[in-house]
Every structure is written in structure tokens, then in C-alpha cells.
């Protein structure tokens, strides 16, 4: 039986007084996967940022790897284990990409040189600025400076945004190999539901800030009713909406 990890308990948050999350429920395990899903809007950014400790808690739990981190500041939820890389990145441009890497890294089996073989783009560039960097390397380094942190979940919103297809099928095959070789859970939000639904073991679909379908990754991929009613996917293809 997997150990749980993460457990969210009748959360409601959103941004000083107003709520954008209404009563959340779902637990995580240990070596678990988590698509986040739902349209442009429903509170998936916000239910991410909650976990990481940005947004206005308003009532409700989370519990992480057994340890009340409902009111524990975001630099020591990012101690305790848990890696964010926001849809902004985050990482410091005026600094290389060494150095942004050196700059948060906490002890464990994650390292300078382990996060050079797992981003061999960013070995290359590593005297560069972030500045320096095109989008798609700056989400390499994003990603990589979460795991220099040494996580025990990782938290990604929306890392294949914006990026040209062959950074997109890198960074998925970044993904594959942490799922496949690392044993690290996480929890990923992502347009395109497709991409990420073969790599997760459960999803989580949000509309109006609360859970409306909760299952294995399996079930909602096979199920083109389920996805395009929920989350406008048809003909194997992502819908934006507004």
C-alpha cells in the first residue's frame, strides 16, 4: 500500500478576501503522479500555489508527509520537501545558470552534476544568464533548480507553455524518466491534457474552484466524452477557452 504523502482537507483559499477554492479534498502518495486539470480559470494555479504557501488560506488543512503545514511559511515548505516551479519560472536572471542552480540547492542526491545529465542543454549554457537563456531553457533550469532543492514533490504549472514542439518532447521525456527512474511525486498542470495523462497516475479535474471529477489517469484518457466535456478536448486536441 502506497504511504500517503500530501492530504488536503476542506481548503479554502484564494487572494486576500476573495476565495477561489471552495471546499478541496484529495491525498497524494508517495511516488504518486497527479494531473491537475480543468479550463482556463477554475483555480488550478491557485490550488498549486496554495500547497506551496503563496495565496490567502482561509480555512482548511494540508498535510505533508505527515507534518500540519497549514500556516508554514513557503520557505520552509520548500525545506520540508516541496519543489515549485511556477508558470513565471522564477529563476534569477542576472545570475548563470551555475549559479542558479548553487544558489537554493539543499543537500541530497541531487546535484550540480546530476542536474547537468538530466539537462544537457543547460551544462552547455551553464556561464550564461538567465537572461541569456530562450524560454524553453530557462523551464529546463526552472525545473532543475526545484530539483536541487532535493523535493519530495515536485510542483510544475503548466511547464510545456509556450514552447516550441522539440522542447516540448524533451521536457516530456525529462518527466518520463523522474516518473520512471526517480520515484518522486508530483502534482502538474497542463493545458494540454493528452501530453500528461500517460504519465500521471490519477488526475483531478477543477471547474468553479472545486473538484468535479476525481480518478486514474487511465480511466479519464480513454473516456473523449469525459475530457471534452470537462476540459474541451476533442479530436485529441487541448481547447483554450477564455
Known amino acids: 500500500m502506497t504511504a500517503e504523502l500530501l492530504r488536503i482537507e476542506k481548503l479554502v483559499a484564494g487572494y486576500g478576501e476573495a476565495r477561489v477554492l471552495s471546499e478541496i479534498d484529495f491525498t497524494l502518495g508517495e511516488g504518486q ?23 490567502t488560506l482561509h480555512s482548511g488543512t494540508i498535510r505533508f508527509a505527515g507534518t500540519d503545514i497549514t500556516r508554514m511559511r513557503p520557505e520552509r515548505r520548500a525545506a520540508a520537501g516541496i519543489g515549485w516551479v ?9 545570475l548563470t545558470v551555475e549559479e542558479n542552480l548553487t544558489a537554493i540547492s539543499r543537500p541530497g542526491p541531487w546535484n550540480i552534476e ?20 530562450s524560454g524553453g531553457e ?15 514533490l515536485l510542483l510544475l504549472d503548466e511547464p510545456l507553455e509556450g514552447l516550441a514542439p522539440v522542447i516540448v518532447d ?4 525529462v518527466l518520463r524518466r523522474l516518473v520512471s527512474d526517480e520515484g518522486m511525486s508530483a502534482i502538474i498542470i497542463e493545458q494540454k491534457a493528452r501530453k500528461v495523462l500517460p504519465l500521471t497516475d490519477r488526475a483531478v479535474i477543477l471547474d468553479r474552484g472545486a473538484i468535479v471529477w476525481e480518478g486514474e ?6 473516456d473523449a466524452g469525459l475530457l471534452e466535456r470537462h476540459i474541451g478536448v476533442a479530436g485529441g486536441k487541448a481547447l483554450r477557452v477564455g
Open 33 to 55: 503522479w497527479l494531473a491537475l486539470l480543468g479550463r482556463n480559470g477554475t483555480g488550478k494555479t491557485t490550488l498549486v500555489d496554495t500547497i506551496a504557501g503563496v495565496t
Open 217 to 222: 489517469s487511465a480511466t479519464l484518457l480513454s
Open 170 to 173: 524533451e521536457l516530456l521525456g
Open 86 to 94: 511556477p508558470q513565471e519560472r522564477n529563476i534569477f536572471r542576472s
Open 138 to 152: 530557462q523551464q529546463m533550469l526552472a525545473i532543475a533548480r526545484a530539483l536541487m532543492l532535493n523535493p519530495k
Open 114 to 133: 546530476r542536474a547537468y545529465g538530466m539537462f544537457p542543454r543547460l551544462k552547455e549554457r551553464r556561464g550564461n544568464l538567465g537572461s541569456q537563456l
